[in-house]
């Protein structure tokens, strides 16, 4: 069964850091490029970051000196880790299955784009 599973969210005070995880299972998560996405209540879904097959990644602007992905296809995981968390970082943050190895189109959670979602971790910054 292809699933994604999100792990590693949490309640954390501004300026602090979390490491989300993004477990595959069921397909070789190697072979894709993977996307984190963000939804606050009230709010559209938006792309956090992307990483290609080979290892090569985007960032939306809000977060890209902050936020690092990485993937360990060893371990058919990939990875968000953030630091300097604020307030507004507040989200549920979901991976997503490129359809492709490379980060194409990887900003908007269309399905023509993504075919497989994870549930979603919530990550929750205090101020």
């Known amino acids: 069964q292809v699933q994604l599973v999100e792990s590693g969210g949490g309640l954390v005070q501004t300026g602090g850091s979390l490491r989300l995880s993004c477990a595959a299972s069921?397909?070789?998560?190697?072979?894709?490029?993977i996307a984190w996405f963000r939804q606050a209540p009230g709010k559209e879904r938006e792309g956090v970051g992307c990483?290609?097959?080979?290892?090569?990644?985007n960032y939306e602007d809000s977060v890209k000196d902050r936020f690092t992905m990485s993937r360990d296809n060893s371990k058919n995981t990939v990875y968000l880790q953030m630091h300097s968390l604020q307030p507004e970082d507040t989200a549920v943050y979901y991976c997503?299955?490129?359809?492709?190895?490379?980060?194409?189109?990887?900003?908007?959670?269309?399905?023509?784009?993504?075919?497989?979602w994870g549930q979603g971790t919530q990550v929750t910054v205090s101020s």
């Open positions: 990483i290609s097959r080979d290892g090569s990644s």
């Open positions: 997503a299955r490129n359809t492709y190895s490379i980060c194409l189109n990887w900003g908007s959670p269309v399905d023509a784009t993504y075919d497989q």
């Open positions: 069921g397909f070789i998560l190697g072979n894709y490029a």
